[in-house]
């Protein structure tokens, strides 16, 4: 033995063994320094973040709860039609700004004043205790907005009394945004005009929109029409930073800018201005503010390192490192020990320092090393065994181990224990939860095997433990992120589905659970076949790309539930030490669905542009056809063929003006004159007209205590008519058509563009051949019809009227089985009015003295001779100015006119509702009639409101003439009805 131990070689080269040692252990810290920087630094920068998050969740809900003060202030014009100085002041003291919201300057209500009511707004206010009160800036402008309201009226905030917002771009970029999408809308960096100059400091204004029906219209052109104002708040933003933010910034730095860009010109706020401290930590949030976005950068430097309390990695070095070194000694030792061995005869005394070797490695080990007993009971544990568990070695002494282990842990622990005792396993291992000395709980990695025994004596266990708490609660953070996300996630790794969310599992209708563990080909078998291709082509991309990265890609989804479209993000992670890919699947069937309608909508919009443009110049033309067909059938004595003749053109020129009006509901329409109708009764009606002559018949399915509608019972007869009419063009022969009226709960984002609450809806059913699924998506688009005798305006003016009262209509259709068109209206409170008794026809007075004012010579000419006709004294005007002084002449010299009829849009000149305003200054008493072809003028809706006693659409007959005037005959003005 002697001199095989003594061999050359063997010499020669054992004393290399502790360098390459050392070398080992080098680069084995080396490397686990890197990956423990790493490991801390991510934990570090999670902190952060969630740090950050939570100032962003202040920050944002704090934003929520003015925007919800902003609409109870809304709620308080919606609820009045005039809401005085006094009412304003009472409700804003009632919120107690000062107490609760002391970095709100105040709560104000910014009034929209046309250029031709500025004097008479200007006189008002004046006249009600602010005789120096004026629009600034001044100066000539289309339209005007004055700070009318602003509480706490104090000295500061009277800076602001009469400014207006719509003279200074940013303030007014974002109440026009308010206005054109019906709600909140926040302003950029702004100075607040209550600002000193001492001590300015950048702020915000909100804006929330005020319009005259106390409602949303629900488009741009409706909602421009009735708004009356906005209320709106101004904000000092450093003021909100503090109040909100408070002791949470005191180691971060917060920089706000009123952009996605992080420019200087941008920056709304900085907790820190000028601070030149070394970044350590950052991160960037986007937050969207009422239709703007605030970019959040937060930055951190040492001071919030140090806050941490995180241990230094210096010290997790130190000990490996010291490791490393014993190691090296170790190998020294060996070496050293070896050669004695050479040289030593007493085997004992090699036997006693291979064991110290064992009991260096032992205590110094970087896991926690035990053995127990037969019976559980602590044999050794080393001293990382102690740092674990915080017991000192002695009180484990007198422990059994799987006091150690946490309760709901314990059986699991045991079963492994057992099956390395029975020898079922050489090696047992399990991740379970331990308890400290002190009661907390830690996350380990036990790992069993056979400790060698004595003849006679049972075997113990020698076990590993290594403490994974932070791997652990990294994981189970992931996991939770992942289980609320509304995304849905996957993990593909080794052609299987490592892990999938709720979200991603109900996609391909299936359980998570049951998802885990399928093949990737089982996902993509859910995959629509005509969209396969394209998702194989970007998966062989990222095949052929040194990162792996899919590329962004949308496609079909099919599961038991129907077909969803999905968009896939997708890119390579490491998933428990192993290459993996994180797949991220956002639900986009309803976000298309929605911009789809938009696109729609924006369609017909446009459209209707254009045809209430050509009808309203159609219907200039036809009052002068009509005015003269009559006239000359009027110099027909006897009748005959020519007035035979003329009955037949009379007749052709009603549908040229059911045709033109036709045009006008479908482009815009008019503001529905709302009042509350019953549905059935609106339903008989229009059963009575559009199936009336025919050999079809209504069966009407009614749900008993059916709530009434709030709508414009012309333009809802219209379009139940509309689809009464097709359905019965649709059915050949006798039969029926099945009318249902039901109620209906729309739950939020149930159907694009409809919002959520109690509806009546509103079916109508036929039996005919049904529509084609190729034609189907274009039934509602204006000009499009199938049949040779149609105009394609019926379903596109039904269309335009449902979207006009806040509902929605749609179309079910199978060939061969029939159609069913839906109409959803909201539900109204209260009761329809009692029925007033049918007026008596009367003719007009033949006394007296009118004033036509009209800007087409042909409507002029032809209205003042029927007026003639009908026994008036007639005067005509070309345009509002010249009205106005005919009135004042005709007046003084004795001779007032008992009414004056007004065309309300004048080219290039006064139209008639600035000219009534000018008349009442003479007369207060005037009687007015609106004259236009446009019905979506407010005044045509509502004339009351404008202080007109009636209206008369163009195109129209002597009758319809003769019956208005007898109808406002005798009337007086109400006045100003402020």
């Given at each position: 033995?002697a001199?095989?131990?003594?061999?050359?070689?063997i010499?020669r080269?054992?004393?290399?063994?502790p360098?390459?040692?050392?070398?080992?252990?080098?680069?084995?810290?080396?490397?686990?320094w890197?990956?423990l920087?790493?490991?801390?630094?991510r934990?570090?920068q999670?902190?952060f973040?969630l740090?950050a998050?939570?100032?962003?969740?202040?920050i944002?809900?704090?934003?929520a709860?003015y925007d919800?003060?902003l609409?109870?202030v809304?709620?308080?014009f919606?609820?009045s039609?005039?809401v005085t100085?006094?009412?304003f002041?009472r409700?804003?003291?009632?919120?107690?700004?000062?107490?609760?919201?002391?970095?709100?300057h105040g709560i104000?209500?910014?009034?929209?004043v046309?250029a031709?009511?500025?004097e008479?707004?200007?006189?008002?206010?004046?006249?009600?205790?602010?005789?120096?009160?004026?629009?600034?800036?001044?100066?000539?402008?289309?339209?005007?907005t004055?700070?009318?309201?602003?509480?706490?009226?104090?000295?500061r905030n009277?800076?602001?009394?009469g400014?207006?917002?719509?003279?200074e771009?940013?303030?007014?970029?974002?109440?026009?945004?308010?206005r054109?999408r019906g709600?909140?809308?926040t302003?950029?960096?702004?100075i607040?005009v209550?600002?000193?100059?001492?001590?300015?400091?950048p702020?915000?204004l909100?804006f929330f929109?005020?319009?005259?029906s106390?409602?949303?219209?629900?488009?741009e052109?409706?909602r421009r029409?009735a708004?009356?104002?906005?209320v709106?708040?101004?904000?000092q933003?450093?003021?909100?930073l503090?109040?909100v933010a408070?002791?949470?910034?005191e180691?971060?730095?917060?920089e706000?800018?009123?952009?996605p860009?992080t420019?200087?010109e941008h920056?709304?706020y900085?907790?820190?201005p000028?601070?030149q401290?070394p970044?350590?930590?950052?991160?960037t949030?986007l937050?969207?503010v009422n239709?703007?976005?605030w970019?959040?950068?937060?930055?951190?430097?040492?001071p919030?390192?140090?806050?941490?309390?995180?241990r230094?990695?210096?010290?997790?070095?130190?000990?490996m490192t010291?490791?490393?070194?014993?190691l090296t000694?170790?190998?020294?030792?060996a070496v050293?020990?070896?050669?004695a061995?050479?040289?030593?005869?007493?085997?004992?005394?090699s036997?006693?320092?291979?064991e110290?070797?064992?009991?260096t490695?032992?205590?110094?080990?970087?896991?926690?090393?035990f053995?127990v007993?037969?019976e559980d009971?602590f044999?050794?544990?080393?001293?990382?065994?102690v740092a674990?568990?915080g017991?000192?070695?002695d009180?484990?002494a007198h422990?059994?181990?799987s006091?150690i282990v946490?309760?709901?842990?314990?059986?699991?622990?045991?079963a492994v224990?057992?099956?390395v005792?029975?020898?079922e396993?050489?090696?047992?291992?399990?991740?379970?939860r331990?308890?400290?000395?002190?009661g907390?709980t830690?996350w380990?990695?036990?790992?069993?095997s056979?400790?060698?025994?004595a003849?006679?004596?049972?075997?113990g266990?020698?076990g590993?433990l290594d403490d994974?708490?932070?791997?652990?609660?990294?994981?189970a953070?992931?996991?939770?992120?992942?289980?609320r996300?509304?995304?849905?996630?996957?993990?593909?790794?080794?052609?299987?589905?490592a892990?999938?969310n709720?979200v991603?599992?109900?996609?391909v209708?299936?359980?998570?659970q049951d998802?885990?563990?399928?093949s990737a080909?089982?996902?993509?078998?859910?995959?629509?076949?005509?969209?396969l291709?394209?998702?194989r082509?970007?998966?062989?991309?990222a095949?052929a790309?040194?990162a792996?990265t899919?590329?962004p890609?949308?496609?079909?989804?099919?599961?038991?539930?129907?077909?969803?479209k999905v968009?896939?993000q997708?890119?390579?992670?490491q998933h428990?030490?192993?290459?993996?890919?994180?797949?991220f699947?956002?639900?986009?069937t309803e976000?298309?669905r929605?911009?789809?309608e938009?696109r729609?909508?924006?369609r017909?919009e446009?459209?209707?542009?254009?045809?209430?443009g050509i009808?309203?110049d159609?219907?200039?033309?036809?009052?002068?056809?009509f005015g003269h067909v009559e006239?000359?059938?009027?110099h027909?004595?006897?009748?005959?063929?020519?007035?035979r003749?003329?009955?037949?053109?009379?007749?052709?020129?009603?549908?040229?003006r059911?045709?033109t009006?036709?045009l006008?509901?479908f482009s815009?329409?008019?503001?529905?004159?709302?009042k509350i109708?019953p549905?059935r009764?609106?339903l008989?009606?229009a059963a009575?007209?559009g199936?009336?002559?025919?050999?079809?018949r209504?069966?009407?399915?009614?749900?008993?205590?059916l709530?009434?509608v709030?709508?414009?019972?012309?333009?809802?007869?219209?379009?139940?008519?509309?689809?009464l009419?097709?359905a019965?063009?649709?059915?050949?022969?006798?039969g029926?058509i099945?009318v249902?009226?039901r109620?209906?709960?729309?739950?939020?984002g149930?159907?694009?563009?409809?919002a959520?609450?109690?509806?009546v809806?509103?079916?109508?059913?036929?039996?005919?051949?049904?529509?084609?699924?190729?034609?189907?998506p274009r039934v509602f688009d204006?000009f499009?019809t199938?049949r040779a005798?149609?105009?394609?305006?019926?379903?596109?003016?039904?269309?335009?009227?449902?979207?006009?009262?806040?509902?929605?209509i749609?179309?079910?259709?199978r060939?061969?089985?029939?159609?069913?068109?839906?109409?959803?209206?909201?539900?109204a409170?209260g009761?329809?009015?009692a029925?007033?008794?049918?007026?008596?026809?009367?003719?007009?007075p033949?006394t007296?003295r009118?004033?036509?004012m009209?800007?087409?010579?042909?409507?002029l000419?032809?209205g003042?001779?029927n007026?003639?006709?009908l026994g008036l004294?007639v005067?005509t005007?070309?345009?509002?100015?010249?009205?106005v002084?005919k009135?004042?002449r005709?007046?003084?010299?004795?001779?007032p006119?008992?009414l004056?009829?007004?065309?309300?849009t004048v080219?290039?000149?006064m139209?008639g509702?600035?000219?009534?305003?000018q008349?009442?200054e003479?007369?207060?008493?005037?009687?007015?009639?609106?004259?236009?072809g446009?019905f979506?003028?407010?005044?045509?809706?509502a004339?009351?409101q404008?202080?007109?006693?009636g209206?008369?659409?163009?195109?129209?007959?002597?009758a319809?003439l003769e019956r208005?005037?007898?109808?406002?005959?005798?009337?007086?003005?109400?006045?100003n009805?402020g």
């Amino acid at each position: 033995m002697a001199g095989r131990m003594s061999h050359p070689g063997i010499r020669r080269w054992i004393g290399l063994v502790p360098v390459v040692v050392f070398l080992v252990s080098a680069a084995l810290l080396a490397s686990w320094w890197m990956a423990l920087r790493a490991a801390q630094a991510r934990a570090m920068q999670e902190h952060f973040e969630l740090d950050a998050r939570r100032v962003e969740t202040k920050i944002s809900e704090r934003l929520a709860t003015y925007d919800e003060i902003l609409r109870g202030v809304a709620g308080l014009f919606a609820a009045s039609d005039e809401v005085t100085r006094e009412d304003f002041h009472r409700y804003v003291h009632a919120l107690e700004l000062g107490t609760a919201f002391r970095e709100i300057h105040g709560i104000g209500f910014s009034i929209r004043v046309p250029a031709q009511y500025l004097e008479a707004h200007l006189r008002s206010v004046r006249a009600a205790g602010f005789p120096a009160y004026a629009i600034r800036p001044a100066g000539v402008r289309p339209e005007y907005t004055g700070v009318l309201y602003l509480e706490p009226f104090t000295e500061r905030n009277q800076r602001a009394f009469g400014l207006d917002g719509f003279a200074e771009p940013t303030r007014r970029a974002a109440m026009e945004l308010a206005r054109d999408r019906g709600r909140a809308a926040t302003t950029r960096k702004v100075i607040l005009v209550q600002e000193a100059e001492q001590s300015q400091q950048p702020g915000i204004l909100t804006f929330f929109p005020v319009y005259a029906s106390g409602s949303d219209p629900g488009t741009e052109v409706l909602r421009r029409a009735a708004l009356r104002g906005w209320v709106y708040s101004p904000l000092q933003v450093k003021d909100f930073l503090e109040k909100v933010a408070g002791r949470s910034l005191e180691l971060i730095r917060l920089e706000i800018f009123d952009a996605p860009e992080t420019v200087p010109e941008h920056l709304l706020y900085d907790s820190r201005p000028g601070s030149q401290e070394p970044e350590a930590l950052a991160t960037t949030i986007l937050l969207p503010v009422n239709q703007v976005t605030w970019t959040l950068r937060f930055t951190a430097g040492a001071p919030y390192l140090a806050a941490t309390g995180q241990r230094s990695p210096a010290v997790d070095f130190g000990f490996m490192t010291l490791i490393a070194l014993l190691l090296t000694g170790l190998s020294a030792a060996a070496v050293a020990s070896w050669r004695a061995e050479q040289r030593a005869v007493d085997l004992s005394g090699s036997l006693r320092k291979s064991e110290a070797r064992w009991r260096t490695t032992f205590e110094h080990a970087p896991v926690g090393i035990f053995t127990v007993d037969a019976e559980d009971r602590f044999l050794q544990v080393n001293g990382r065994y102690v740092a674990i568990t915080g017991y000192t070695a002695d009180e484990l002494a007198h422990m059994r181990r799987s006091a150690i282990v946490h309760p709901d842990d314990r059986e699991a622990d045991a079963a492994v224990v057992r099956k390395v005792r029975s020898g079922e396993v050489e090696v047992g291992s399990l991740d379970r939860r331990g308890l400290r000395k002190d009661g907390t709980t830690f996350w380990a990695e036990a790992t069993f095997s056979l400790e060698p025994a004595a003849p006679g004596i049972p075997a113990g266990v020698i076990g590993v433990l290594d403490d994974i708490t932070a791997r652990h609660e990294a994981e189970a953070k992931f996991r939770e992120i992942a289980e609320r996300s509304l995304a849905g996630i996957l993990i593909v790794q080794d052609g299987r589905i490592a892990y999938a969310n709720p979200v991603a599992a109900e996609l391909v209708g299936a359980s998570a659970q049951d998802v885990v563990g399928k093949s990737a080909d089982w996902v993509r078998e859910r995959i629509h076949p005509g969209d396969l291709p394209n998702v194989r082509a970007a998966a062989a991309e990222a095949a052929a790309e040194v990162a792996g990265t899919l590329r962004p890609i949308t496609y079909r989804v099919m599961n038991p539930g129907g077909v969803r479209k999905v968009e896939q993000q997708a890119r390579p992670i490491q998933h428990l030490g192993r290459q993996a890919m994180l797949v991220f699947l956002l639900d986009v069937t309803e976000r298309e669905r929605t911009e789809a309608e938009l696109r729609k909508g924006q369609r017909l919009e446009s459209l209707g542009v254009v045809a209430g443009g050509i009808a309203h110049d159609f219907n200039n033309l036809l009052t002068a056809v009509f005015g003269h067909v009559e006239l000359a059938k009027a110099h027909m004595e006897g009748g005959g063929a020519a007035a035979r003749e003329l009955d037949v053109a009379l007749s052709a020129l009603e549908r040229s003006r059911d045709l033109t009006r036709q045009l006008l509901t479908f482009s815009a329409g008019g503001a529905p004159a709302r009042k509350i109708l019953p549905v059935r009764k609106i339903l008989e009606d229009a059963a009575k007209l559009g199936l009336g002559g025919s050999s079809l018949r209504a069966r009407f399915d009614v749900e008993p205590g059916l709530p009434p509608v709030e709508a414009d019972e012309g333009q809802m007869s219209q379009l139940l008519n509309n689809l009464l009419v097709n359905a019965r063009q649709a059915t050949s022969g006798a039969g029926e058509i099945v009318v249902r009226a039901r109620r209906r709960t729309v739950r939020e984002g149930e159907i694009p563009g409809l919002a959520p609450g109690e509806h009546v809806e509103i079916a109508v059913q036929d039996r005919g051949q049904g529509i084609a699924p190729e034609v189907l998506p274009r039934v509602f688009d204006p000009f499009f019809t199938t049949r040779a005798t149609g105009t394609g305006l019926g379903l596109a003016t039904s269309h335009s009227i449902a979207r006009r009262h806040g509902g929605h209509i749609g179309i079910e259709s199978r060939v061969g089985e029939g159609t069913t068109v839906t109409v959803l209206l909201p539900a109204a409170t209260g009761e329809p009015p009692a029925e007033a008794p049918a007026p008596q026809e009367s003719r007009a007075p033949r006394t007296l003295r009118a004033l036509l004012m009209d800007d087409e010579p042909l409507v002029l000419k032809v209205g003042a001779r029927n007026l003639a006709r009908l026994g008036l004294e007639v005067e005509t005007a070309t345009d509002g100015a010249e009205a106005v002084e005919k009135f004042r002449r005709n007046r003084s010299e004795g001779r007032p006119f008992d009414l004056v009829v007004l065309d309300l849009t004048v080219s290039g000149g006064m139209g008639g509702a600035q000219a009534l305003q000018q008349l009442q200054e003479i007369a207060p008493d005037v009687v007015a009639i609106a004259c236009s072809g446009y019905f979506d003028d407010a005044v045509m809706s509502a004339p009351g409101q404008f202080w007109f006693a009636g209206v008369l659409a163009k195109p129209y007959l002597t009758a319809d003439l003769e019956r208005v005037i007898a109808a406002v005959a005798g009337k007086r003005n109400e006045g100003n009805r402020g």
